[in-house]
């Protein structure tokens, strides 16, 4: 099976991973939450073009591989929802205040209105009401906010992620997550960051310590199945 974190491995790297490297899946539980994090205009863009493009504007946007992504977790949170899977969304404090871009230096700023636009949740998977929002202060999800009291409270035993930056607030998310003995996942296709290296290798290293890195389709899949075990415990009551 090819991760796409293959071609950034040395030959050294790879027969240590063949050592030590992950053999099987650590396995999910029955009560998963899907846990969506900085999906937000100023790291996308407010048009979909190329990463270069997109950064004369937002000096953090991702580009592409971004919105790509964001189409992929389209996917994911309409299953999570058709299937009852509690959704949580994630997002920066006063998230895009400080994304002026280049354009500054060039004496050319956002108008408030733009830069506002910035702090919010992408179209694409923005919350529904009912669905909980939390903001954090730092990288990680689980960092001074009530992320953990609201998984408990949900019984959850299992929480997948989507978002960005794969090597910045998501790992932090994860590690975090797994510190708080939660089953932690990862859907390959539905993270993201601004460069390959550091969105493969993070992903390499999070599924050999603190996560399954599993792919949309076995993500959907496994939403579905605790979907359909959860309507047959109601037909059977």
Known sequence: MKYGWEPYLSERDKEHDKLWGKKELYGFGNNPALVLIDIYYSVLGLKREPIFDSMELWPSSTGLEGWAAVDKTAELLAVARENGIPVIHVKGLHTGIRHWGRRRRKMVSMSDEMRLKGTQIVDEVKPLPGELIIEKAAPSAFQGTPLTYQLVSLGVDTV?????????????????????????????????????????????????????????????????????????????A
Do not use: W
Request: charged residues 25%; neutral net charge; hydrophobic residues 35%.
């Open 160 to 236: 997948i992620v989507a978002g960005e930056t794969t090597s910045g607030c998501v790992r932090a998310s994860v590690v975090d997550g797994a510190t708080h003995r939660f089953r932690m996942g990862v859907v390959s296709e539905c993270v993201f960051d601004r460069t390959e290296a550091s969105h493969y290798m993070n992903l390499y290293d999070m599924h050999n310590k603190y996560a399954d890195v599993v792919f949309l389709e076995d993500a959907k899949s496994y939403f579905r199945n605790i979907g359909s075990a959860r309507s047959k415990q109601t037909v059977n």
